[in-house]
């Protein structure tokens, strides 16, 4: 079964594939059908789609505070 990933405006996102800036990590802005990422390593911000998004995503980092 495949695991259904969780994630919220304001977590971390690790995703599989590194950015050209050589970060993983990413911190989602807008939820949606269209999520809005935001580079933890260079600022830049990018929108993909959740689906093609969730394929991505290695591991989810709860920012709860
Ligand atoms: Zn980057």
New binding site residues.
């Given amino acids: 079964m495949p695991e259904i990933i969780r994630f919220s405006t304001g977590d971390i996102l690790e995703l599989k594939k590194?950015?050209?800036?050589?970060?993983k990590q990413?911190r989602c802005e807008r939820g949606g059908s269209d999520i809005r990422i935001v580079?933890?390593?260079?600022?830049?911000d990018m929108t993909i789609p959740r689906i093609k998004l969730e394929k991505s995503i290695k591991k989810v980092i709860k920012e709860d505070s």
């Avoid at 590194?18 to 970060?23: I, Y």
């Avoid at 580079?39 to 830049?44: A, P, Q």
Wanted: hydrophobic share 15%.
């Fill in positions: 590194p950015h050209p800036c050589g970060s990413f580079c933890i390593g260079c600022g830049r």
